[in-house]
């Protein structure tokens, strides 16, 4: 079965960006190496061997990606391209886009909520990673019971404020395992299971 890996580069502080949207120096690791690292073949990044390592861990695991609304429209799609290469992105929204330059692109909009749009992302994936994007979805899956394991990215920068990686969650009390802890070039990377209870 799929796990759920909410997936994301953060501030020291839990920012994913700032509050105008900016990510900052969040992802600067991702071109601050000599180790070239593909998404696909034409989205290449340059990072650290430590970096590379713990990314080629995940991202060759994902097969589908659960984004929110927002994510989607700051960054138009990826122009129909995702970026870690799944087969399917799956976007939570209200409403489908009617305007969207790439109908044929692998993105489906589902309008009947995030537990219907992590199921779906679920059957496509099989027994790989469904990737699921930080913020405010990243919060509500969590205290829906959705997620798996939390890989975060952590920048050495305090931004004081901005999108909180699990934007207005409030609990319930999560427990997580020991974390993997790879430290990279200005990352620590730090992925956990969440705890589950019997």
Known sequence: MARVVAFAAVSLDGFVARSDDDPGPIFDWYENGDVPYAGDPERVFHMSRASA???????????????GRRLFDLINGWDGRPPMGGDRVFVVTHESPTDWPFPDAPFTFVTDGLESAVEQARSIAGDGIVSLTGGDLCGQALALGLVDEISVQVAPVVLGSGIRFFGDFAGPEIMLENPRVVEGDRVTHLHYRVRRTS
């Open 53 to 67: 390592n713990f990314l080629g861990t995940i991202w060759p695991e994902i097969r589908a990606e659960v984004i």
